[in-house]
């Protein structure tokens, strides 16, 4: 039996071998990069940048330029990646990784990848002001506001969002509200019935405060705010400040 687990465990790891050397030998991976070593010498450096240029033009000399950019975090690297996606998706890591914004604007794939890469670095460095030069989609610039504004718990922020993406807006306004700690955010949603009342029933529920119910304006919804907060606090009294009397007998039920 022990010889026979010995010969399974010596045929496993030479059908491992075989691999490896298939994998290594086709080009596809270097060894460097499947096992990430960790030499940045200069030496190195030049070698595997001869390794990419040794490597068939096209995606497998591209792959391997971007590897050795980002390893590096070097820029200028990306220059010899041929295709244009490609080469902006380089720039875009890059400047995520260094957080220098002004590697996007070498970007030239702009309806794409550069306003990408201007929304990922302007999260990263918590910088609303630089969501403005997203110019090309504005779904991206839309969500670079909706990304910062909580951390910053400033609503003013929501209120740059094009007023066509109506549900960005509306999540942007409540995830500052509930940042905030602060309801008369949610006031900012008064227009608009439905969504003011469950950002307020959603704070309500995350403070676990039933004293926000009150805020809430119609009393369809508030009725709602108080049977959810019965819940929650398993606290049948509130069931009391409900209205509608076939609801409050549902809650109290």
């Given at each position: ?45 030049e070698a595997l940048l001869l390794e990419c240029a040794m490597k ?198």
């Amino acid at each position: 039996m022990a010889e026979n687990n010995s010969k399974r465990v010596i045929g496993a790891l030479s059908l491992v071998a075989v691999i490896l050397v298939l994998i290594l030998s086709s080009g596809c991976i270097s060894f460097d990069k499947l096992f990430q070593i960790p030499d940045t010498s200069k030496q190195t450096r030049e070698a595997l940048l001869l390794e990419c240029a040794m490597k068939p033009e096209g995606y497998f000399r591209d792959d391997c330029y971007d590897g050795v950019a980002r390893l590096y975090k070097d820029p200028e690297i990306c220059e010899n990646i041929s295709g244009v996606r490609g080469k902006s998706n380089c720039y875009r890591e890059i400047a995520l990784m260094i957080e220098n914004i002004s590697l996007c604007d070498l970007i030239k794939d702009y309806d794409y990848g550069q306003d990408l890469c201007y929304e990922e670095v302007a999260e990263a460095l918590k910088n609303p002001a630089l969501c403005e030069k997203i110019k090309h989609i504005l779904s991206f610039r839309d969500d670079c506001y909706a990304a910062l504004a909580p951390g910053l718990g400033d609503p003013e922020l929501c209120e740059k969002i094009n007023e066509n993406s109506t549900s960005t807006w509306v999540s942007c306004i409540e995830n500052v509200a509930l940042h905030n700690k602060d309801p008369i955010v949610c006031g900012r949603l008064e227009k608009r019935d439905r969504d003011s009342a469950y950002c307020l029933i959603h704070m309500a529920e995350e403070m676990k405060d039933h004293s926000i119910c009150e805020r809430v304006l119609y009393a369809s919804y508030r009725d709602h705010c108080y049977h959810k907060m019965s819940v929650l606090l398993n606290d049948k009294s509130l069931c009391k400040k409900i209205k509608a009397e076939h609801k409050r007998k549902l809650c109290e039920s």
